[in-house]
């Protein structure tokens, strides 16, 4: 069974930084999009970056370009997403996603197959 963990979230100042992590396990795949979305109070889920793992190909959505930074580290089954220069409207919950499989087209709204349980991120001005 596919589960994904993130870790990472919490509350940071306007200007500030903050790491998201995710460990996927249960994975057969081994090339597969894997991406971060995210959901403010009242606002529609939406992706914000994805990494397609055989290639290690990034896509980000331009609201985030230049901020955030996704990347993966193989040996740990885990994909990051380094945010920097956090605006108050980067708060909501993060959420780390994977495809149901390799052959889904990858970019920052990608079909998704596997969700993480969430983690919150709060910026304070």
């Known amino acids: 069974q596919v589960q994904l963990v993130e870790s990472g979230g919490g509350s940071v100042q306007a200007g500030g930084s903050l790491r998201l992590s ?36 990034t896509y980000y959505a331009d609201s985030v370009k230049g901020r955030f930074t996704i990347s993966q580290e193989l040996a740990k089954n885990t994909v990051y997403l380094q945010i920097h220069s956090l605006r108050p409207e980067d708060a909501a919950m993060y959420y780390c996603a994977a495809a149901a499989s390799s052959s889904v087209s990858c ?16 910026v304070s001005s």
């Open 22 to 57: 995710c460990v996927v396990s249960g994975y057969t795949y081994s090339s597969i999009c894997l991406g971060w979305f995210r959901q403010a109070p009242g606002k529609e889920r939406e992706g914000v970056a994805a990494i397609y793992t055989g290639s290690d190909r």
């Open 107 to 122: 970019n920052t709204e990608f079909r998704v197959g596997y969700w993480g349980q969430g983690t919150q991120v709060t």
